[in-house]
Nanobody, 124 residues
């Protein structure tokens, strides 16, 4: 069955960098657009980034543009989110997701499989 497993979250200080990962199984990873979303306590789930089948096309939310980079390694069936210059407002549970559409969608309804999430906390 399809599984998405995030890892790499943790507690960091403002201004730090952190990379989180998502390992996929149960389907051909390279055939699907992938995305990252996040959800802070008491808030709705928010789009962060999406990446096409290769690294050549990405869609990054304005709130993290210039600080976050999405990438993938199809040989390892792994999705990455490199986060730099982290701010307290980046604190959230981060989820990877598999797109059910053929474009870099920014809405959660266009994703059909989700990981369990990894917590990222940015605090002094």
């Amino acid at each position: 069955q399809v599984q998405l497993v995030e890892s790499g979250g943790g507690l960091v200080q403002p201004g730090d960098s952190l990379t989180i990962s998502c390992t996929a199984s149960g389907y051909t990873f390279a055939s699907k657009i992938m995305g990252w979303f996040r959800q802070a306590a008491g808030k709705e789930r928010e789009f962060v980034a999406a990446i096409a089948w290769s690294d050549s096309h990405t869609n990054i939310a304005n709130s993290v543009k210039g600080r976050f980079t999405i990438s993938r390694d199809n040989a390892k069936s792994t999705l990455y989110l490199q986060m730099s210059s982290l701010k307290p407002e980046d604190t959230a549970t981060y989820y990877c997701a598999r797109a059910s559409v053929l474009y870099l969608a920014g809405r959660s309804k266009h994703y059909d499989r989700w990981g369990q999430g990894t917590q990222v906390t940015v605090a002094a």
